[in-house]
């Protein structure tokens, strides 16, 4: 049985960093593609970043283009996210997702929003505030 597991969420400051983990079992995470997304309260959810099996190449969403970067770790069958310069706009539940079809921009980038996913992590909770 499949399972992804986010860990790394809190309570940061305004300009603070957290980095995000999403580990896999049952799957290895090299095989899929990974995208995190993100649901504030009271909003629709967000894809913000992805990054490709094949190449590792990553893509992110406007608004936190610059400020955050996903990497794997092949090792550890993980998934990172890091999150610099932290706003209190980014506070959400964050989730990542794994999926073996890609799914590429017009530029030949994964696809920070997705039709489908395969697999779904339950979410870790990320508050940027004073």
Not at 7 to 24: D, E, F, W
Not at 55 to 73: E, H, I
Not at 90 to 102: L, N, P, S
Not at 105 to 117: I, K
Request: hydrophobic content about 30%.
């Amino acid at each position: 049985q499949s399972e992804l597991v986010e860990s790394g969420g809190g309570l940061v400051q305004p300009g603070g960093s957290l980095r995000l983990s999403c580990v896999a079992s049952g799957i290895t995470l090299d095989d899929y593609v990974v995208n995190w997304y993100r649901q504030a309260p009271g909003k629709e959810r967000e894809g913000v970043a992805c990054v490709l099996s094949r190449n590792n190449s990553t893509n992110y969403a406007d608004s936190v283009k610059g400020r955050f970067t996903v990497s794997r770790d092949s090792a550890k069958n993980t998934v990172y996210l890091q999150m610099n310069n932290l706003k209190p706009e980014d506070t959400a539940v964050y989730y990542c997702a794994a999926t073996g079809r890609e799914s590429l921009t017009a530029q030949g980038l994964c696809a920070t929003e997705r039709p489908w996913v395969d697999h779904w992590g339950k979410g870790t909770l990320v508050t940027v505030s004073l």
